[in-house]
C-alpha cells in the first residue's frame, strides 16, 4: 500500500506577515500588502507598486554570515524553513539526516544579487565581482543552503516552473516519500523578484497593474476591472513526512496532501490554452489521485492572478471539471492581499488551504467590486467566511503552459 503523505510543519515569510501565523491572521482579516515600492527609485516605471516584506532586517534573523552571502530569495527561503522545521518538531541529527531531503524552488532566484554585480561590472570591471555572485543567484542554492543550514543529506535538488515551482515542490517531495527515498521532505519556495529588471520586464509584457495611486485596491483578481498583477514577494515551507514517520514521533499533523496534478498547455509562452484545457486536467488528475469527487471539495484557492485572460480561463476550467457544482464551490484568490509571489505563490496558497482546513475560515478575494460577467462564480468578496472544510483545491499556473493542482485534506477525513 502506497505511504500517504501528511503536513507536520509550516512557515512563510510574505507582504502580509513575518511568519505563517501573522500571515493567516492578517490574510482573515482581509488586509493587503501591496504598497508603493521601497526597494528602489520607481520614478521612471510604469508600475510602481508591490508585495514587499515589511521591516526584512536580514541581521536580525540570520547570522552575520548569512545575512551577506545570501541574496534575499535565499534569505526568505531559510528563515520560513527554520519556521516550519520548528513548528513540526523534527529534529535532524545523526540518525535521520540521510532520510531527510529538501525540495525548494523559485522562479527567478537571485535576480537582485545578478542584477547588482552586472553594475559592479560595467562600472569597475571583472575583477570586482563579488566571488559569491554564482552561489548567490543560482536557483537550486536555495534548496542547497537550507540542507546546509539543517543538516538534511537526503534527496535535494531546485526546482523551477515560473508560477507553478513551489506547487510542483510539494507535488514532487510527495512523490520521493512515496518511492520511499525519504521519510521527511523540507519543501516550498522563495521569491525575490522586486528589483528594477523584474519589474521592468514584467511592465513591458503588460503584464502588471498600474493602478499606483490605490496600491492596496491594485491587485483585484475576477474584477471587471482588473488590470494586471502585483509582484509580491516572500517564502512559504511546509514540512512533508510518510504518515508513519509522523505517527510514530507523535507529530501534529495538519493535513494530508491528498492529490497532485500536473500537465502543460503546449500551446503558448504566456498565455494559457483557450478554455482553460490544461488547468482543468490538472485538477482532473489531482482528484483522481485524492479519489476525490469534485463535488466533495469545500474550498478553491484559484490561481486568481488579477489578469485579464488569467482570471477568464481559470473560470472556465474550473466550470469545466465542476460542472454545476462550480456554482455552490467557494472560491478565492489570495493574491489580491499577498500580491502574486510567483515561484513562492503555490506553497503559500497552499498553506492557506491547510488553515482554512484548521481553523474553518475561507479567506476572501478583496477588491471584488464590478462583477466581471464571465467571472461569475462564488469568489468569496471581500470578507473571510465562516465553512467546515474537509477537502481544498489549490491551483497553481506558471509562464511555460505548466498547471499544477494539489488537494489537501483533513487528517482521517476519509479517501
Not at 67 to 82: E, N, P, T, V
Not at 98 to 113: A, F, K, P, R
Not at 286 to 297: F, H, M, N, Y
Request: proline share 5%; with cysteine.
Amino acid at each position: 500500500m502506497t505511504e500517504r503523505v501528511v503536513i507536520t510543519g509550516l512557515g512563510a515569510i510574505t507582504p502580509i506577515g513575518a511568519n505563517a501565523h501573522e500571515t493567516w491572521g492578517n490574510l482573515v482579516e482581509g488586509r493587503s500588502g501591496i504598497g508603493p515600492i521601497t526597494l528602489f527609485d520607481t520614478t521612471d516605471f510604469d508600475a510602481r507598486i508591490g508585495g514587499e516584506v515589511k521591516n526584512f532586517q536580514p541581521d536580525e534573523l540570520l547570522s552575520a554570515r548569512e545575512a551577506k552571502r545570501l541574496d534575499r530569495f535565499c534569505q526568505f527561503a531559510l528563515i520560513a524553513s527554520r519556521e516550519a522545521l520548528a513548528d513540526s518538531g523534527l529534529v535532524i541529527d545523526e540518525s535521520n539526516s540521510e532520510d531527510v531531503g529538501v525540495l525548494m524552488g523559485s522562479g527567478i532566484g537571485g535576480i537582485i544579487t545578478l542584477s547588482d554585480q552586472i553594475e559592479v561590472l560595467r562600472a569597475k570591471g571583472p575583477h570586482r565581482v563579488s566571488p559569491f555572485l554564482i552561489p548567490m543567484f543560482l536557483i537550486d542554492l536555495a534548496a542547497g543552503q537550507v540542507a546546509i543550514a539543517t543538516g538534511a543529506r537526503g534527496p535535494n535538488t531546485g526546482i523551477v516552473s515560473a508560477c507553478s515551482t513551489s506547487a510542483h515542490a510539494l507535488g514532487e517531495a510527495a512523490e520521493i516519500i512515496k518511492r520511499g527515498d525519504a521519510t521527511a521532505m523540507i519543501a516550498g519556495g522563495s521569491e525575490a523578484g522586486i528589483s528594477p529588471i523584474g519589474v521592468a520586464g514584467f511592465a513591458s509584457m503588460k503584464a502588471l497593474s498600474t493602478r499606483n495611486d490605490e496600491p492596496e485596491r491594485a491587485s483585484r483578481p475576477f474584477d471587471a476591472e482588473r488590470d494586471g498583477f502585483v509582484m509580491g514577494e516572500g517564502a512559504g515551507v511546509v514540512i512533508l513526512e510518510a504518515e508513519s514517520h509522523a505517527r510514530k514521533r507523535g507529530a501534529h499533523i495538519y493535513a494530508e496532501l491528498a492529490g497532485y496534478g500536473a500537465t502543460d498547455d503546449a500551446y503558448h509562452i504566456t498565455a494559457p490554452a483557450e478554455g482553460g484545457e490544461g488547468a482543468a486536467r490538472a485538477m482532473r488528475i489531482a482528484l483522481r489521485k485524492a479519489e476525490c469527487d469534485p463535488a466533495a471539495v469545500d474550498y478553491v484557492n484559484a490561481h486568481g492572478t488579477s489578469t485579464p485572460i488569467n482570471d477568464r480561463l481559470e473560470t472556465v476550467a474550473m466550470k469545466t471539471v465542476f460542472g454545476e457544482c462550480a456554482y455552490q464551490t467557494p472560491i478565492s484568490s489570495t493574491k489580491s492581499m499577498t500580491g502574486h509571489m510567483l515561484g513562492a505563490g503555490g506553497v503559500v496558497e497552499s498553506i492557506f488551504c491547510i488553515k482554512a482546513i484548521e481553523d474553518g475560515i475561507l479567506p476572501p478575494t478583496i477588491n471584488y467590486e464590478n462583477p466581471d460577467p464571465e467571472c461569475d462564480l462564488d469568489y468569496v468578496p471581500n470578507e473571510a467566511r465562516q465553512a467546515s472544510v474537509d477537502i481544498a483545491l489549490t491551483n497553481s499556473l506558471g509562464f511555460g503552459g505548466h498547471n499544477v493542482s494539489l488537494v489537501l485534506r483533513r487528517y482521517g477525513a476519509g479517501g
